[in-house]
T-cell receptor
Framework: AQRVTQPEKLLSVFKGAPVELKCNYS??????LFWYVQYSRQRLQLLLRHISRESIKGFTADLNKGETSFHLKKPFAQEEDSAMYYC????????????FGKGTLLTVNP | DAGVIQSPRHEVTEMGQEVTLRCKPISGHNSLFWYRQTMMRGLELLIYFNNNVPIDDSGMPEDRFSAKMPNASFSTLKIQPSEPRDSAVYFCASRSTGRTEAFFGQGTRLTVV
């Protein structure tokens, strides 16, 4: 069974500090990993996906298959980054299941 | 496209009453998901459909919960009878085959008193 673990429920940093939101997964095949973000009073939206290998709003995430991790990083946090972040996994291909972690609430203080 | 549309946005009901949540996926999307969001459990997958067929309902908490997708443009999640512990935000999401990004609705905030 696929599982996504986000060990930190809350994370608080100061503006300009580096931030790392942790995500570990368990799945025996080749999953597709995503980070979704939910700003206050808004719907969840895709932030980035591992297959794109892109940087969005200064965030990057590298899939580490050896450690089964997909941590989200940003070198200099901004106040507008404050939001709920969810790591998600899908098996891809013809399997449609999309499983989320419990989420990490990031607060960036001025 | 207006995106995934959920109704109602807010629902307050008394314990024991039936509650029906509605979702209109993005046109052309053939996978639909229902999630429940709470502080304690985060985002739980309740059930998902592909081409209107339920594929996995193992996340549905109890027999009080049921979901249907009578056609490609409409799905319902029903709770009968509702209980206070069902209070949560319920999200619907859809995506198309071949693209793995899911698009979410704005959610229905359910309060059972």
């Amino acid at each position: 069974a696929q599982r996504v673990t986000q060990p930190e429920k809350l994370l608080s940093v100061f503006k300009g500090a580096p931030v790392e939101l942790k995500c570990n997964y368990s799945y025996s095949g080749s999953p597709e990993l995503f980070w979704y973000v939910q700003y206050s009073r808004q719907r969840l939206q895709l932030l980035l996906r591992h297959i794109s290998r892109e940087s969005i709003k200064g965030f990057t995430a590298d899939l580490n298959k050896g450690e089964t991790s997909f941590h989200l990083k940003k070198p200099f946090a901004q106040e507008e980054d404050s939001a709920m972040y969810y790591c998600a996994l899908t098996e891809g291909g013809s399997n449609y299941k999309l499983t989320f972690g419990k989420g990490t609430l990031l607060t960036v203080n001025p | 496209d207006a995106g995934v549309i959920q109704s109602p946005r807010h629902e307050v009901t008394e314990m024991g009453q039936e509650v029906t949540l509605r979702c209109k996926p993005i046109s052309g999307h053939n996978s639909l998901f229902w999630y429940r969001q709470t502080m304690m459990r985060g985002l739980e997958l309740l059930i998902y459909f592909n081409n209107n067929v339920p594929i996995d309902d193992s996340g549905m908490p109890e027999d009080r919960f049921s979901a249907k997708m009578p056609n490609a443009s409409f799905s319902t999640l029903k709770i009968q009878p509702s209980e206070p512990r069902d209070s949560a935000v319920y999200f619907c999401a859809s995506r198309s085959t071949g693209r793995t990004e899911a698009f979410f609705g704005q959610g229905t905030r359910l309060t059972v008193v």
